[in-house]
Each structure stands twice: as C-alpha cells, then as structure tokens.
Nanobody, 124 residues
Framework: QLQLVESGGGTVRSGASLKLSCVGS????????MAWFRQASGQEREFVAA????????RYADSVKGRFTISRENVKNTVYLQMDSLQPEDSAVYYC?????????????????WGQGTQVTVSS
C-alpha cells in the first residue's frame, strides 16, 4: 500500500500560480512512477503530468505543456506540480497517483494508488 496525500490547492485569479504537493507513505515511493490527474465537475478524469522514479523523464498533457512542471524529491517522499499561468479551464480536483510498472502512462487505469484530491479553482 502507498498512501498519498495532496495539498496546495486553492482559489486564484487567472494568470496566477499554484504549487501542489503530494506526500507518499507506506511502500517504496522512490520506486514508483508518479502522476497528476484532474477531474473537473461533470467531466472524466484526465491526465496532467507524470514523472519517472528518478525524475529524469516527464510527460505532460498538451493542454498544460509549457505552463505546468512536475518534479519530485524522493528523500521527502514528495511529488510536486508547479502550475503557472493558470486559466479557468484548469479548475478541477487534482489527484496524485502512482504505479510501479516503470512506464509514464497517461490513462488512469494504469495507476493503482490515489490520493483524496485537492481542489483548484481559477476565476477569470
């Protein structure tokens, strides 16, 4: 089991920045691919970003490329999502997730552990 707890969400104005954090506990965090997904009200959960266990590889959804940055600190069992130039369409519940397949999947069914989510709301 890997327990994941997200934090850092909030309400901001368009163009602002937020940094989300996700702390893992339980099974080895450093061996896991970590990812962020988001789910807006009434919509399906969608991939945002993923990072390899060592941090050398990242993958982003086209909608956030150039604005969001995923990173991790394995010594702190923490993965981050720096979100810049936020837009109203970025408003959603953001979820942290993990898989131990070693592949930066973009579909949620390949991720086996999930946090409870943190709300991000961007007003225009």
């Amino acid at each position: 089991q890997l327990q994941l707890v997200e934090s850092g969400g909030g309400t901001v104005r368009s163009g602002a920045s937020l940094k989300l954090s996700c702390v893992g506990s339980g099974r080895s965090f450093s061996n896991s691919v970590m990812a962020w997904f988001r789910q807006a009200s009434g919509q399906e959960r969608e991939f945002v970003a993923a990072i390899s266990w060592g941090g050398s590889q990242q993958r982003y959804a086209d909608s956030v490329k150039g604005r969001f940055t995923i990173s991790r600190e394995n010594v702190k069992n923490t993965v981050y999502l720096q979100m810049d130039s936020l837009q109203p369409e970025d408003s959603a519940v953001y979820y942290c997730s993990s898989n131990n397949f070693g592949i930066l999947y973009t579909t949620d069914r390949q991720y086996d552990f999930w946090g409870q989510g943190t709300q991000v709301t961007v007003s225009s």
